[in-house]
C-alpha cells in the first residue's frame, strides 16, 4: 500500500505518524511546500529571538527516518488526477499513490485594497519563510503596520514589540482577538500590549494604501487617519490551498475542502484533515484530524468525536488566557 500525504505540519505529520504505526510495512510519502517540519502557532518565537529553527519543531530529529517516510520538500502540488490515482508537482514530476490524504493547509489571505498588488513589502505570517522575509527587512525598516488583530495579528505583534520599532495594528473588529475575547478579557490585552509600545487601530481598516514603484510608503485608514509604514504585514485571515484540485472531482464548497467526521471526501480512497477545510483553522483540530484519517486510511473505523474548535488558549505578554464556547 502507498500512502502519500499532502503537507507536512499538524494534520499531515501526525497522520504520517499514525500510518506507520498502523501500517509498519507499507510505503509513506510527504509531499510539502515546507522545507522543515515546524510549529505555525509559535512562528513569533523566533521572531523574538526565544526559538531557532530546530526548536520550532513538534517532531524527535531523526522523525522522517525512523517512520521510513519519503518526504518530498519544496515542491508545490499543482494538480491531481484521481482516475490515475496520481499528483502532479510543479517540477512536472508525478507521485502515484493508493490511498492520499490531504492536509495542504491554508495561506494567508490579502484582501483587495487600492494600491496592494504588487507589493514587495507585504508578507503575511504564516510560513517559516514569511518570518525570515521580516527578519530580512528589520533592519533597514522603522514602522510596521499589522492588518487584522486576530490571533495571527497580536503573534505578530508579540514577536515585534522589543524590536525598536513604531509598531501599528490595525483590526475592523471593536477590540483585540474579537472572536476569543470579550470586552473586558480583550481590554487586559490591549492596555497591557499599549503599555509595550503597541499603537492600536479598533473598528477601522485600511482604505487604500500609498504604493510607489511596488513600495508601501504609507496606508490611509478608513477613518482617514494616515499611517507611515515600510513593512505590512496581512494578518487578515487565511484561505485553504486548494487551487490544486480545481478540475479534479474532489469536491469542496466556497471555504475549502469537504471532508466526514471520519476525513473521508466524495472520493473512495482520497482523505482530508487540517486547516485546508477553512473550517477550524486551530492546531489541535489538526492534529486529530489527521489521526482519525489515518486510522479510516487504514481500514480502522474511527470518528473525529471531540469539539476543539470552541477552545482556544493564549498567553501573550504572561497573561494566560483561555477562551471556551
Avoid at 504505526?21 to 511546500?33: D, G, R, T, Y
Avoid at 502540488?77 to 490515482?85: A, F, P, R, S
Avoid at 479534479?248 to 475542502?257: F, H, I, Q
Wanted: glycine letters at 8%; aromatic letters at 8%; hydrophobic letters at 40%.
Amino acid at each position: 500500500m502507498r500512502f502519500v500525504i499532502i503537507g507536512a505540519s499538524a494534520a499531515g505529520i501526525n497522520a504520517a505518524k499514525k500510518l506507520r504505526e498502523l501500517n509498519p510495512n507499507s510505503e509513506i510519502i510527504i509531499i510539502s511546500k515546507d522545507k522543515d517540519i515546524y510549529s505555525r502557532c509559535i512562528l513569533y518565537h523566533h521572531l523574538k529571538g526565544i526559538r531557532d529553527l530546530k526548536k520550532l519543531s513538534f517532531v524527535e530529529d531523526n522523525f522522517i527516518e525512523k517512520n521510513k517516510i519519503e518526504w518530498i520538500k519544496g515542491r508545490e502540488v499543482i494538480g491531481i488526477n484521481t482516475k490515475l490515482q496520481c499528483v502532479k508537482l510543479d517540477n512536472d514530476n508525478e507521485v502515484k499513490y493508493d490511498k492520499l490524504l490531504i492536509a495542504s493547509g491554508s495561506h494567508s489571505f490579502i484582501p483587495k485594497i487600492d494600491g496592494i498588488d504588487g507589493a514587495k513589502n507585504l508578507v503575511g505570517f504564516r510560513n517559516f519563510e514569511d518570518v525570515e522575509k521580516i527578519e530580512e527587512m528589520l533592519p533597514n525598516i522603522k514602522n510596521i503596520v499589522i492588518m487584522g488583530g486576530g490571533l495571527v495579528g497580536i503573534d505578530a505583534a508579540a514577536g515585534l514589540l522589543h524590536k525598536d520599532k513604531n509598531l501599528y495594528l490595525v483590526e475592523m473588529g471593536d477590540r483585540m482577538l474579537p472572536l476569543q475575547l470579550d470586552n473586558y478579557t480583550a481590554s487586559v490585552y490591549e492596555k497591557a500590549f499599549e503599555k509595550e509600545g503597541l499603537k492600536q487601530y479598533y473598528s477601522n481598516g485600511i482604505a487604500s494604501i500609498e504604493n510607489i514603484d511596488g513600495t508601501i510608503k504609507s496606508v490611509t485608514l478608513k477613518s482617514g487617519e494616515i499611517i507611515p509604514c515600510d513593512l505590512l504585514i496581512s494578518a487578515a485571515g487565511i484561505r485553504a490551498n486548494i487551487r490544486f484540485l480545481e478540475g479534479s472531482e474532489v469536491a469542496c464548497d466556497n471555504k475549502g475542502l469537504l471532508f466526514n467526521e471520519k476525513g473521508e471526501t466524495n472520493i473512495s480512497n482520497i482523505y482530508g484533515a487540517g486547516d485546508v477545510s477553512g473550517k477550524s483553522p486551530i492546531w489541535p483540530v489538526a492534529v486529530k484530524e489527521g489521526i482519525i484519517a489515518a486510522y479510516n486510511m487504514s481500514g480502522l473505523n474511527k470518528d473525529m468525536d471531540d469539539f476543539f474548535a470552541s477552545k482556544a488558549t493564549m498567553n501573550f505578554l504572561d497573561i494566560p488566557t483561555m477562551s471556551l464556547g
